[in-house]
C-alpha cells in the first residue's frame, strides 16, 4: 500500500542487505529463535481529537456517507493553508513522554512528495528531522522475562485519503476514492529492530495498545485507528517490509508467514531482496508490491506553510495529565492488594477492566475478585469479542453475585454458568439464580441426597469400604448429578465419609 | 553534472513522459540551474543556523474546533471523474 510508505533513513537496521551471499552464514547455523529481527512502525490515529490536523472537518467521519468530511484545506486545493491543531501536538507529546521518549528542543513539518491520488497536494506533511521526541521505550513480558524494546522515534503526520477497489485490488480497473480520512491525525510510533518472533512482535502492540487506550487518546476499535508496517530479517539476509497490517493478530501471522518464506529461500541458497509486501489477510499470505529498486524518492524539504515548534516548555504540564499507566497500576495492585503478579498484569492490560477491579474491590476480597476477574471474566469477554463496557456484567452485578459465590451461596460451576448467561441475556443475577436453581443445594437437602445414594448404591459403598477411592468419586459424582451441580464436593465427600 | 538517467527519474516522480526531443531541451535548463546552486554552495556556511522559515514565526496552533464541512455537491462539482459519490481515479499500484 503506496500510501504509508516511509523513508527508510530514521531506521537503524544493519545495513546488511547488500553482503555477498558467500558471507551469509549457512543454513544449519540460523537459530530460528534468536537470529529473526524485526521492527515496527506503527500509525495511530488520534480520532479521540474533535477536528482534523490542520483543518476544522469533524474527525467523525466513520460511519458516514464518503466525501462528506473535506474542505479546501484536506482536498488540498489551490490557496488553502494548514491550521495547526494544538490538541494534535498535545496529544504526541503524551504519547510520546509515556513511551519514554525524549522532547525535541525544535521539531518542524516536512513535505514528503508524492504523486498518488490519495493526497490530492502532491505531498503529504510530515516529520522528517527533528521529530516531536526520540529514543523511548516500551517494556513487554516475553516468555523468557521482561524485555525491553527501544523506540527510535515519535511524529506527527496527516493521515491520506482512502482509496477503494471495487473487487479487489487485483481486480478492479480504477481506484475510488474517499476524502472523508485525508487529513486525520496520525502519530507514527517506529521501534528499534530488537523484537526477536512474531510472538513478541504482538505482544509489543498489545502493550502499546494498552498504553495508548490508558491515555485516551484514540478509539482503537474504529476502522483503521492502528496501522502497523512489519520490518523483518533473518541474521545476515536481506530485510522485508509488510505494509498496512490492520491488526495485532495479522502482524504476527504475516511475520510467521514471512519467517518461514525467508527461512525456505535461505536454504535454497537464493539471496532475499529487499522489497516491499502486502498482507493478504484472508489468504494468510504476503505479496511482493514492488523492489528496492522501485521504491521512490520522497524529495522531503521543510514544509515553509506550518512555522516552527518549541513545545518542550509544554512537557511539565503534559506530562501531568498523563494517568498511571500499566506497569505503574500492575505494581500498585500487587502492593495494595495483595493480588498475585499475574492477576494483576492480566487486569492492567485494559484499563476498563482495571477500573472494574477497583470498584468491585471496594465490596469483595480483592484476590477472590482478581481471581474471578482475571480467570473466568475476561475469558468470556474475549470469546465474545467484546469489552466490559458492553457486556451487560455491569460492577455492580459482579459485586452482587461475588458476595454470594463467598458465603457459599454458588458454587464455582455455577457461577461460571451465571457469569455467561448474565453476559449473553442482561438479565438480573437473581433472577437468573432462581430460574436456574443456580442457588445452592441446603445442608439438610445434600444429606438426604448423601443418605439417598448410600442406599441405592450399595455395591460402590462396599468397594468404598474396601478401600476403593474410584468408588468414592462414584458417589460423589451421583450426588452432585442429583443435587444439578449445585452442591459443594468436599462437603459431599465429608458427609459420605461421615455415614458410610 | 546531471545525465540523461537523472532527468528520466525525475520526469518519472513527476508523471511527465519525457522523450528525446525533450531531454535534449530540459538537460542544459536543469544543469544551469544546479550549477547555479553550486554556487551557492560554495559559500562558507558552517557557522551560520539553518532558516528553515524567514519570518522567524513559532508556534502557531488552531484550537480543535470543529468548522463545517463542505457540501458534497460542491466537492464533486469539479471532479472530472467521479462514481457513486466517490473521486474516481486510474489504478495505480
Known sequence: MHNDEKPRVFQSYPEIEDLPMHENPQPNEINPDSDVIIGLEIHVQLNKLKSKLFCGCSTSYHNSEPNTHTCPVCLGLPGSLPALNKKAVEFGIKVALALECKLLDQTLFYRKNYFYPDLPKGYQISQYDFPLAKDGRVTITTDAGEKVIRINRVHIEEDPAKLMHIGGMGHSKYTLVDYNRSGMPLLEIVTEPDLRSPKEARRFLDKLRSILDYLDVFDGNLEGAMRIDANISLKGGGRTEVKNISSHKGVEKALLYEKTRHKNLRMKNIHIKRETRHYDEQRGITILLRTKEEEEDYRYFPEPDIPLMNVKEWETRLRNEIPELPDAKRQRFIKEYGIKEEHARSLTSDIAIANYFEIISKEIDPSVAASWIADVVKGELNYRDINIKESNLTADKMIRILKKFVLGEITDRNMVELIREIIDSGKDPEEIIKKRGFGKVGEDEVLLLVKKVIEENPDAVKDYRNKNDKALNYLVGKVMALSKGRSDPKEVINLLRKYI | ?93
Open chain 2, 1 to 93: 553534472m546531471i545525465d540523461k538517467k537523472t532527468l528520466e527519474h525525475i520526469g518519472k516522480l513527476a508523471k511527465i513522459e519525457l522523450d528525446d526531443k525533450d531531454i535534449d531541451e530540459f538537460l542544459p535548463q536543469l544543469q544551469s540551474i544546479l550549477d547555479l546552486f553550486d554556487e551557492i554552495n560554495s559559500v562558507e556556511t558552517e557557522t551560520v543556523e539553518p532558516t528553515f522559515h524567514v519570518f522567524g514565526l513559532k508556534n502557531v496552533f488552531r484550537e480543535d474546533d470543529v468548522k463545517p464541512s463542505l457540501d458534497r455537491e460542491d466537492v464533486l462539482k469539479n471532479v472530472p471523474k467521479k462514481e457513486k459519490d466517490y473521486v474516481k481515479s486510474p489504478k495505480i499500484l
